[in-house]
């Protein structure tokens, strides 16, 4: 048997790696030049993009922080306008959209699940005061262990959203996994949002990529958008083409949402570790341990060669992916207890590889 070091990295779902066929259809892509719209395999995802989210038109983006900054921009008729989102969200926490965009953000407190609290979303669009809104939603809830909202939920709050004229933009970052784990098609959780970002290079393994969905015109003017701030790219069709192998996997990440439930059980079975359990969960674990901090955690799991990203309140969050392998569980689990393990390959007979 073909031993391989077991993949140890759960830092993100964006350290996944092109394999040979992504690589081989990355060499043989046909390309244009996608700032004159000629290439065709961009053509080409870019149309599977608006098919996978029921929507007319997608635009190809470096980025999902690039794609939800041009939604944004895209949407916002003014600089009064409100960019309504959870405390928690990507946009919320980790983005520059209300700088870069010229929005006033207006954080909403968020249930467990992840969603907007919704008299905390109606208050924020009763304050509006005739300003122009967006109210941008997350699914999955990075920040929320991964959890998947349903579609019932996302067409409750835009609902909400749209009694006040706002338009509804959905950071799909990890919609797909969301499709998966609720098994309904991608375009069903998509239905409720005027505009979507949709990324291509986290569980879905495209080395790079990201798609913002709408109609037509939203995405004619969000083309515009990304010329001017530097987000087209040329011969972007070799990258498009791993993107299209990506979108034929898109199923696979049922695999990856069950190795993250053997994952979380067996954390859980650590004494004084408390595992979070979102409602439906993805690919994402969070765990805390009793009397460590986030740094501390993460610290410890190192020592072991387990790489994991602090959180907030002592969380640290292991991200589940195409890379990893059943046989990193008993290892990962040891390693939170504290035990010293041999190394372990994927090749040994004692495990059960994907
Ligand atoms: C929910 C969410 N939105 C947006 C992004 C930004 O993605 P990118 O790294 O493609 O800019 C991330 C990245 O992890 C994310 O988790």
């Given amino acids: ?28 892509a046909a390309v244009g030049d996608d700032a004159y719209g000629d290439d065709p395999t961009v053509l080409e995802l870019e149309a599977e993009g608006a098919r996978l989210t029921g929507k007319q038109a997608a635009l190809f983006l470096p980025s999902s922080t690039m794609a939800n900054l041009v939604a944004v921009l895209a949407a916002a008729p003014g600089a009064d306008t409100r960019l309504v989102t959870g405390t928690d969200t990507h946009i919320a926490r980790f983005e520059s959209v209300h700088r870069l965009g010229g929005v006033q953000l207006v954080a909403v407190a ?57 338009h509804v933009h959905l950071d799909g970052a990890r919609l797909a996994n969301a499709a998966v784990a609720w098994q309904v098609p991608v375009r069903t959780l998509a239905a409720a949002a005027d505009s979507v970002t949709f990324c291509l290079a986290k569980g879905l393994g495209a080395p790079v990529g990201s798609l913002l969905c709408g109609s037509a015109a939203f995405v004619d003017r969000s083309r515009e958008l990304r010329l001017e701030l530097g ?38 079975s650590v004494p004084g570790a408390e595992v979070a359990a979102p409602p439906r969960r993805t690919n994402i674990v969070t765990v805390r341990m009793a009397g460590l901090d986030a740094a501390e955690l993460q610290r410890r799991l190192a020592s072991q060669g387990v790489l994991v990203l602090p959180l907030d309140r002592g969380h640290v969050r292991f991200v589940v992916h195409r890379e990893h392998q059943a046989a990193a569980v008993p290892v990962v689990v040891g390693a939170l207890a504290g035990e010293r393990l041999a190394p372990v390959t994927a090749g040994q007979p004692a495990s059960s590889s994907r």
Avoid: Y
């Fill in 1 to 28: 048997m073909n031993a391989r070091p077991l993949f140890l990295d759960f830092r993100s779902d964006t350290r996944t790696r092109p394999d040979a066929a992504m690589r081989a259809a990355m060499a043989a």
């Fill in 231 to 268: 987000g087209t790219m040329h011969q972007a069709g070799v990258v498009a083409a791993a993107a299209l192998v990506a979108l034929e996997r898109l199923p696979r990440l049922a695999d990856d949402h069950a190795l993250a439930a053997e994952l979380a059980a067996g954390l859980a």
């Fill in 110 to 166: 968020q249930r467990d699940d992840g969603s907007p609290e919704p008299a905390a979303l109606a208050q924020a669009l009763d304050d509006s005061r005739e300003q122009p809104l967006i109210v941008s939603l997350e699914n999955t809830c990075m920040l929320h262990a991964g959890n998947a909202l349903d579609a019932a939920t996302t067409q409750r709050l835009a609902g909400l959203a749209r009694q006040h004229g706002a």
